[in-house]
């Protein structure tokens, strides 16, 4: 059973750990985050964009594959089914489809209509037994055509809207979205920690987990983060995967061209990539 993201969240904060966003685009992901869950006893979050929603055909196609899933695997961690970066529109689609927790991604709106916006999904999500996540500040790079700087958020903008009943709340602290350029600055620590003192037990969501130095997702961690976004570094780990099989003239051998074959490196590099996160963010059995 698919469940809101709040209470895992929750738990993470207080534990001083951080549960794992890592998105989805088909069976294998799925496949892959859901098993090396499992294994690890941790509860774990499964991220689907707009973009990846809408390449699985919809939101209903998402719910159904989850769901049957976690049914045939015998799933007995905590996963939420979570819309990632969601429109306003996105959002309800995600309520009527049967998710268990949304983000609504009003970042790119002044401040008010954010607000606005976010305090009208905050009643629809909770009516819903939902989580919600709200953002302040974008961050850097692009989401689905949203494109950030890397900017930091106003502490008093996250004040308001971590005021409006959100459950957990995504603010910019200089992360960025993909690969990190050379010259990116790090994470800004103060811009975090004074945040966290304006919204005190909020769970605070860290988007770009890909690349970002060990040492810092820890601090992170230490100064309020209890969930970190994964996509980036998953879909590398399965393309240099999938690359290595091919060139190695795999694919050639056999029924080496069988799909389930062709994808299966690409799956259990994408498997130890989730572990890998897991047991740097602490969370592997806290689902126990």
């Known amino acids: 059973m698919l469940v809101s993201a709040t209470e895992m969240l929750q738990k993470a904060k207080a534990g001083h750990y951080a549960v794992g966003q890592f998105n989805i685009n088909n069976l294998e992901w799925t496949k892959a ?3 090396t869950a499992e294994e690890c006893k941790s509860p774990v979050i499964l991220g689907v964009s707009e973009g990846a929603g809408k390449y699985m055909t919809g939101y209903k196609t998402v719910v159904g594959m989850v769901k049957g899933m976690m049914e045939e695997l015998g799933t007995t961690v905590p996963v939420a089914l979570h819309l990632d970066h969601g429109s306003y529109e996105g959002c309800l689609k995600c309520v009527e489809a049967g998710f268990s927790s949304i983000m609504f991604d009003g970042s790119h709106y002044p401040i008010d209509e954010n607000v606005a916006k976010t305090t009208e999904l905050v009643k629809i999500a909770h009516d819903n037994g939902m989580s919600i996540e709200a953002e302040v500040g974008s961050i850097g790079g692009e989401e689905d055509g949203v494109i950030g700087r890397g900017e930091c958020a106003d502490p008093e903008e996250c004040k308001r809207v971590a005021d409006l009943g959100i459950d957990f709340l995504a603010a910019g602290i200089g992360n960025i979205h993909g690969k990190y350029p050379a010259n990116w600055e790090g994470l800004s620590f103060e811009t975090l920690d004074a945040i966290q003192q304006k919204t ?21 961690i230490s100064l309020g983060v209890a969930k970190i976004n994964v996509n980036t570094e998953c879909q590398l780990s399965f393309a240099a995967a999938t690359r290595e099989y091919i060139e190695a003239g795999k694919d050639l051998e056999g029924k080496g061209f069988d799909p389930r074959k062709l994808l299966k490196p690409g799956a259990d590099a994408i498997a130890a990539t989730v572990k890998e996160k897991m047991e740097l963010f602490g969370s592997v059995g806290k689902a126990e």
């Open 33 to 35: 985050i859901l098993t």
């Open 200 to 220: 005190g037990d909020m769970p605070l969501v860290l988007h770009g987990g890909t690349g970002i130095p060990d040492d810092m997702i820890k601090k992170a």
